[in-house]
């Protein structure tokens, strides 16, 4: 890790213009010079300038206080990182990177932090009722701490078996990094947020999908927010953000369908792995390059304070533009940031090649943006098959019925859900799949697991089962990696395909080995038979006359010697046929040897008319 400088210019307040200018008026706000004049022209420059040396001028200066923007902006970013000790920067910037850290918690932390987490919740209550108190003594009953507290309250007056539970409370220590009195203030936020985005009836359970009204569902699939289909190189969740495709009626109803995926997300990351710290970390990726370029202005900040109520550890926040104005505004936003958010943010720009390449530094796969590799379009499958397993998941919880149809407001939801696809198992296949349809597929993804079948070949052959076992499951994980899957066709189907399990893709990939080896070995012998012809005729020599002692191989019953050995047969047939094997074999060299003994050869006929070659 590189030494970071220790010392940069604060440059608070009002300051000198970036332009160099004494005689203009400019703007500096914790350090950001904002040049609101322009810089005094002589009268000799005035003179000597024309319009179109001008133009290029005031060009020129607003490169150059884009530049000294960039650059004080940077200055005042390292300059926070440089607040955190050796060891906290190192943390966060592994976690950045996605190293791998498995904190696995230990049941007498948990039940200290748990007990640590109530009583800071117990001190929150008791801190309100007293400012309640003291408001109503001065006829002051509107007090902001008193609402959220109220909503923790209620929460607990209508479900304790819910606000109590123990992984929903320990979602929220992980998300504070077990910081009882910060987790105590998310959750009073928390269920706060959650009042006023869906009313008093869901604030004590889970938020379901008729919990949201029609323009929510609308959003929702759009595909504004996506859960990728792979996880960074830690095993976190990633989630993208489209904001090409953010675009709603009201910003509640992206802050709902934010509340509705971001819970999800952390339920089943907590269900999956229930002892482990790093369940809880999320990995977010605003991608804006190309075609997924859009606003980021509206409802930003009810965006962030909602983030901010949610109990889920920020272990990467990547923002990609290739807009220039809009990476320095990013930029002067992180400068605003609390030392280990800053850790946390990069801003990423270039073109959409380049901006996967650099997120594939941080951990991120290659292909966890859903996004087609080269026009950079939206790719919806994984979105809608989620979508899917969500609702035939809350039917069978919750016996939710989305047959009926309804109109939403921008009010609280619960309203009743129109238009939603009807769940399906159907599955099309993308480039990265394989195919296991019991014929050649020239698919990429088919392609790319022969030509590794193909180079890891000898290690399967000479290997154990247990390295054989470790090589297919490389394989299975390779292809995943790349967003494969290893599909099948159904049943009586053409077209309709399911995925395989883990151990039936396992014995495909064992099979492509075994037929790959016995490929190989019949075309080894085959070769060899072929080599083996060409090597005898070359040593036999062609004949191109023949005698009449010869016997000719083919259809030559006139030829002389044809006649003899016919004849000699025929006087040995009796004995032959009443012989044991061995003395047959003696009959049949002792006809040989008579035809040689009289100077004849077995002459087989080449492809070239004319021609024999002698048979030993």
């Known amino acids: 890790m590189s030494t970071l400088p220790q010392h940069y210019p604060t440059g608070t307040g009002t300051g000198t213009c970036t332009t160099g200018t004494t005689h203009c008026q400019c703007i500096n706000i914790t350090g950001l010079g904002t040049h609101t004049g322009s810089p005094p022209v002589t009268a000799s420059t005035a003179t000597t300038t024309t319009t179109t040396s001008h133009h290029h001028q005031q060009q020129q200066r607003q490169r150059q206080r884009q530049a000294t923007n960039k650059t004080e902006v940077d200055d005042i970013i390292i300059q926070g990182m440089n607040s955190l000790s050796f060891v906290e920067l190192q943390k966060e910037q ?33 801190r309100t009722q007293r400012t309640a108190q003291s408001n109503n003594n001065n006829n002051n009953n509107n007090n902001s701490t008193t609402t959220r507290t109220t909503a923790y309250e209620t929460a607990l007056k209508m479900n ?3 606000v109590q539970d123990k992984q929903f409370r320990m979602a929220f220590l992980r ?33 379901r999908l008729d919990d949201l009204d029609q323009h929510d569902m609308e959003y929702l699939l759009k595909g504004s927010y996506h859960i990728s289909a792979l996880k960074d190189r830690a095993n976190r969740t990633i989630l993208v953000e489209i904001p090409s495709r953010r675009k709603f009626q009201c910003i509640e ?32 990726v605003n991608y804006g390059i190309g075609k997924c370029q859009g606003t980021h202005s509206d409802g930003v900040l009810k965006v962030f304070n909602l983030a901010m109520a949610m109990p889920f550890h920020a272990a990467g926040i990547h923002l990609c533009f290739n807009n220039k104005a809009e990476v320095m505004l990013c930029k002067a936003a992180i400068a605003l940031m609390p030392p280990r958010m800053k850790a946390k943010v990069k801003v990423h720009s270039g073109s959409h090649l380049e901006c996967r390449y650099t997120l594939s530094n941080y951990g ?12 950079n379009e939206v790719i919806m499958d994984y979105q809608m098959a989620w979508f899917q397993d969500r609702i035939r998941e809350e039917n069978h919880m919750y016996n939710n019925n989305y047959n009926n149809k309804g109109e939403g407001d921008c009010g609280q939801g619960q309203g009743q859900i129109a ?36 180079k890891h070949a000898d290690w399967y052959t000479t290997g154990n089962p247990k390295e054989r076992r470790i090589l297919v499951d490389l394989i299975m994980k390779d292809i995943r990696a790349h967003g494969g899957r290893f599909l099948k066709l159904n049943e009586g189907s053409k077209s309709d395909y399911q995925e395989l399990s883990v151990d039936e893709a396992r014995i495909k990939i064992g099979q492509m080995f075994r037929n790959r080896k016995t490929r190989v070995r019949k075309l080894a012998a085959a070769q060899m038979s072929s080599q083996q012809q060409q090597q005898q005729q070359q040593q036999q020599s062609i004949v191109t006359s023949t005698q009449d002692q010869d016997v000719l191989f083919g259809r030559m019953y006139e030829h002389p010697g044809n006649q003899r050995l016919r004849l000699a047969v025929e006087n040995m047939a009796e004995e032959y046929n009443a012989s044991t094997r061995g003395r047959k074999k003696e009959i049949a060299d002792s006809l040989v040897r008579g035809v040689k003994s009289r100077g004849g050869r077995f002459l087989k006929p080449v492809l070239e008319a004319g021609k024999w070659v002698e048979v030993s």
């Open 94 to 126: 592994e976690d950045l990177h996605g190293v791998p850290a498995d904190l696995i918690e230990r049941q007498e932390d948990i039940t200290r932090t748990l007990k640590d987490l109530e009583t800071h919740l117990q001190a929150i209550l008791q």
């Open 160 to 162: 304790a078996d819910y």
């Open 175 to 207: 998300a504070n990094r077990y910081d009882p009195k910060a987790a105590a203030d998310q959750m009073i936020r928390h269920f706060q947020a959650k009042l006023d985005l869906f009313g008093k009836e869901p604030l004590a359970r889970h938020i």
């Open 253 to 284: 109803n992206e802050l709902r369908c934010y509340f509705y995926i971001y819970m999800d997300v952390i339920r089943a990351s907590y269900n999956n792995s229930p002892n482990n710290a790093g369940s809880s970390s999320i990995v977010y």
């Open 364 to 375: 991120i796969p290659y292909h966890a943006l859903p996004l087609s590799i080269t026009e």
């Open 419 to 454: 238009g939603l696809p009807t769940p399906t198992n159907k599955i099309a296949p993308t480039e990265s799949d394989v195919l296991c349809v019991g014929w050649k597929v020239n698919m990429p993804g088919n392609d790319r697991i022969r030509q590794m079948v193909s």
